[in-house]
Structures are given as C-alpha cells and as structure tokens.
C-alpha cells in the first residue's frame, strides 16, 4: 500500500508539468480534475490500510499514513474534485502567456497539500505548506485585475510572516528535541509522552507555530487576507482555499497541539485556540451583519467556522472527533457554494447582494442548489456542520468550558440570523418587473404657425393637422404593452453531480457509524497520542 503515499505526489506533478508543455486545451481542463481524482483514490486506499491496522509508510519513513494522515489525504482529494470538476469551464479569461499556468497550479496545489498531510516531519510539512502560499498567490491574481492582484500581494505579505513566525517555532521546537539524544522533527517522537524535552523550548516553539499556522487557517486577527484573497480568486480557487487550504493549517496546528500537551499540558494551547477562535466567531458576526458582496460573505462565514474548530481544537479529546468531522462538512459544503457563486458571478455580471434578486424565481437552476448548499453551511440537520457543532458545544460544557461555548453559541445565532437574511434576500421574493417600452406618441406635425394656447415645445401629445392654426388637437392615447413575461433559468451552467455529491455526501456522512465513526475515532486518538 505505500505507492498510495507517492501517487498523490507524483501524478499531480506530471499533470502540471503536461499542462505547461502538451498545447491541448482539453488535458489542461481535466488535468485538474484528474490529479483531484488521483489524491482521492489514494486517500480511500490509506483510510482501508489504516482501518485494516496497518500503517504504510516510504522513503524511510519520512511518508507515512496514520489514521489523521489518511483522513485528511481523502478530505484534500474530495474538496478538490468538487473545485475542479464542478468548475470546468470558470475560471475566467487569461491572456494566452498564460495557458495551462492556472491548470498547472491547481495541480502543484493539490499535490503540495498532500504532501504536507502525509509528512512525518515538521519541517517538510512546513515546507509544504509554503508552497501552497506561492502557487495560490498566482490563482488569486489570475484575472489580473487591479484588486485580484492587490489581494494576492497582501496574501503574500500575511501569508509569508505567517509561515517565516512557524518556521521560527518549528527550530525552537527542534532545538527542544536534543535532549533525546538525536534532533528530530518526525511525528512519530515528538508525540510519545515522556520525552526530556526542553518544556520552555516548547512552549515558546509551540505557541509560535500556531500562531503562524493560524495566520494560513484565517483566525482572527490575522485573516485580514482572507476576504479579498477568496473574493477575487476564481470560484473554484475560492472553493480549494476555503475547503483545503485552512483545513490543512488546522491540522498542523492539531499536530503541534500534541507535541505541547505531551510536554507542558493543555491549559497553555487551550488559552490561545479560545482567544483566537472567539476572536474570529466575533469578527464573522460583526462583518456580516451588513455584508454586501456574496463571495465575500462565503470568506467570512470560512473565519467563522474556523473559529468553531479552533473552540474544538481547544476543548481536546472530547471535541476532537467533530472537529474531524467538521473538516470534512465545512470543505465540501463551502467548495459547493464558491463554485455555485462563480456561476451566479458570471451569470448576474456582479458580486453586489443587492443587484441580485429573486433568485429562487429567475434562475431555480443555480438557486436551488445555492440554498440547499446555505442550509448546510448555516448548520440545519440533517447536515453534518449541525452535528459537528453540536458536538463541540457539548463536549465544551462536559468538560468545563461552558463561558467559552456560551460566548461562541451567542455569536452563532448572530451569525446564523446574517446569514439567513443575506440568502433571502438573494432568493426569495418577486422579481423586479420587466417591461416594455411605451409606445411613443406619434411626432407632432407643426403648423406654420401656432395657433394661440397650443404648446410647441416638444411636449404635445396629439398630431396636429396641416390645415390651419387653431385646429383642434386630437389625442392620441399611448398603450403600454404588458409586462414580459419571466423566463426562468433552469440551467445549472456548468457540471451539476459534483455539487449534489458533495451536498448529499454532508447529508449523510454523519449517520454512517462504519467506517466514518471509526476512522474519526482513530484519527482523534492519534491526536491523543495514540500511535
């Protein structure tokens, strides 16, 4: 089974490199379908290993797949062929300099997140994660806008200090491990409990590399990149970032989290993930009470739902299953609405709430779907955001931490009334109506000369007959023609079973005890330290 450690690495960087060489425009739209497919499948083929006891590994063991490993590898795959399969066809113009760069970095993309999930070492995983920040500063500017390419440099800039800071608490984190005997940065050691590890070391060395890790995962306060990154990146950019990307920082800041509790306990990482996921559940609330722009209301809500899992993160063991579980919820729920959002964008010709309306009336081919994937994303059953929630808010009040679930359920409900008013108002409700021009008057004949009381400015109303001055004027009445009538758009635009499969899959994926609860589980005792 180690080849599947290799195939989500190598295939991806092959179809990149054909994408950039073979002038066919169909094999760079699909190339990015096609490595999505690859990380899939070789995620599936971990997840049976693993619930089969076995733990593949290669290159030393400098790759290996646990349970979290695994998990995450196929969640990487899904978000990213929901992207990429449900966005053929929108991402836009580019100049023809161009061709086959944004098919070719989608690829570079995937395959750099799945290395830095399958990494049993900090540093490649760091190494990985750095170079999801080159190849999405790219996408974010692929229109080559003024504000797309003003996003990408301050993506860029934040992103940069985000991972130079975890760079920093990664060598501290190293220098930590000299007392073994043998430097390490892999998994494996640094998560054994008992360890003489430097605990000032790693204190310092943890709380830096999740601060720099939170700065990619978008928790307040440094997400200030966040909005206008997946606002002005293509739908299915939008769709890999909100789904992939943050959750990939997640689950480094999840693997530092079990090195510091091994050494120093959970209080000190519990502190930071509650500031932070508070401070981000507060910032989401208070800028989407009055959000006007769709795509950037889809930024937001991703702060949000960060912040739910940093809460998570912070509550530990007992929450940690859900907030497995959210990863998955969150990434295909929110890769369908960036790609549903790209279709209305191009369709509607702007991102404004307030110039799109009726929805639900002139287009149900994109509004169905949009409030269906917004239900799910706003957390009603049967969902699997609602039940990851609701886990989270239990297991804080079971274990203490009712203040911090409290604070954060407010804000939810502040959210969630947002979030719902912001939908309506794009989907529900009569159409703006559409009518017709009058039919003008006839153009008035003049006399030679007008008669006395009779108007000659232009604004007459009847037709004044040639035979004389002081004729009578004659009305002529203007009937307007009726409205015409509302054709709705039944269209999807674009590929729609992607969008249902991921729909439904967040339907149901909750009330499949075997293998999901199993895998969940295991995947959070790794996390415990459980090997």
């Known amino acids: 089974m180690s080849f599947a450690l290799w195939t989500p690495l190598a295939i991806p960087a092959v179809l990149a490199l054909l994408s950039l060489v073979v002038p066919s425009p169909a094999l760079r739209r699909l190339s990015p379908v096609a490595s999505s497919v690859a990380v899939l499948v070789s995620g599936l083929l971990l997840v049976s290993a693993v619930l089969a006891d076995q733990v593949p590994t290669l290159a030393g063991g400098l790759l290996r797949a646990d349970a979290l490993s695994a998990y995450m590898l196929t969640v990487v795959g899904a978000v990213g062929l929901v992207s990429t399969w449900g966005g053929l066809g929108h991402a836009g113009n580019v100049p023809a300099r161009f061709a086959g760069s944004y098919d070719a970095l989608i690829s570079v993309f995937l395959a750099a997140m799945s290395l830095a999930v399958i990494a049993d070492n900090i540093g490649l ?76 070391l790693i204190r310092a060395g943890g709380a830096l590399a999740v601060l720099g890790f939170a700065t990619k995962a978008g928790l307040a306060p440094m997400h200030s990149w966040l909005p206008d990154a997946h606002s002005q990146a293509p739908a299915p950019v939008s769709g890999l970032m909100s789904g992939v990307l943050l959750a990939v920082a997640l689950y480094a800041i999840l693997r530092i989290q079990t090195i510091t509790d091994a050494v120093i306990g959970p209080d000190f990482l519990r502190i930071m993930l509650s500031v932070g996921g508070l401070l981000s559940l507060f910032v989401a609330a208070a800028l989407l009470i009055r959000q006007r722009d769709f795509k950037r209301m889809l930024a937001y809500s991703s702060i949000e739902h960060m912040g739910m899992m940093a809460i ?38 702007t991102p404004k709430i307030d110039d799109v309306r009726a929805l639900l009336v002139r287009r149900p081919g994109l509004a169905v779907l949009w409030l269906i994937a917004m239900a ?94 002081g004729a009578s004027v004659t009305p002529v009445d203007a009937e307007p023609r009726p409205e015409a009538p509302i054709v709705p758009d039944r269209s999807g635009h674009g590929p729609m079973l992607p969008l249902i499969l991921a729909l439904g899959t967040t339907a149901v994926v909750a009330f499949i005890a075997e293998p999901v609860g199993t895998l969940l589980t295991r995947a959070a005792e790794v996390l415990g330290g459980i090997q």
């Open 125 to 200: 995983m760091w190494a990985a994660v750095e170079a999801t920040t080159i190849a999405t500063a790219f996408l974010v500017g692929h229109h080559r806008t003024p504000r797309s390419l003003e996003a990408a440099w301050k993506y860029v800039i934040l992103g940069s200090v985000g991972v130079a800071i975890a760079l920093l608490g990664i060598v501290l984190i190293y220098a930590a491990s000299r007392g073994t005997g043998e430097a390490t940065l892999s998994w494996l050691v640094l998560s054994q409990a008992g360890l003489p590890l430097d605990p000032a």
């Open 312 to 349: 998570g993160a912070a509550i530990g063991a007992a929450a940690l299953p859900a907030v497995l579980l959210y990863v998955l919820g969150h990434g295909l729920t929110k890769a369908t609405l960036f790609v549903i959002s790209g279709r209305i964008l191009e369709v509607e010709g």
């Open 376 to 469: 799910a994303l706003i957390g009603f059953p049967p969902f699997s955001i609602f039940f990851s929630e609701v886990g989270i808010i239990v297991a804080g009040y079971a274990t203490g931490m009712g203040v911090v679930v409290g604070i954060a359920l407010v804000l939810l409900l502040v959210i969630f009334a947002s979030l719902t008013r912001l939908t309506v108002a794009m989907t529900i409700g009569a159409p703006v109506a559409q009518t017709s021009a009058s039919v003008a008057a006839p153009a008035a004949v003049l006399p030679s000369a007008a008669a006395p009381g009779i108007d000659v400015t232009g604004a007459m109303t009847g037709v004044v007959p040639a035979a004389g001055v």
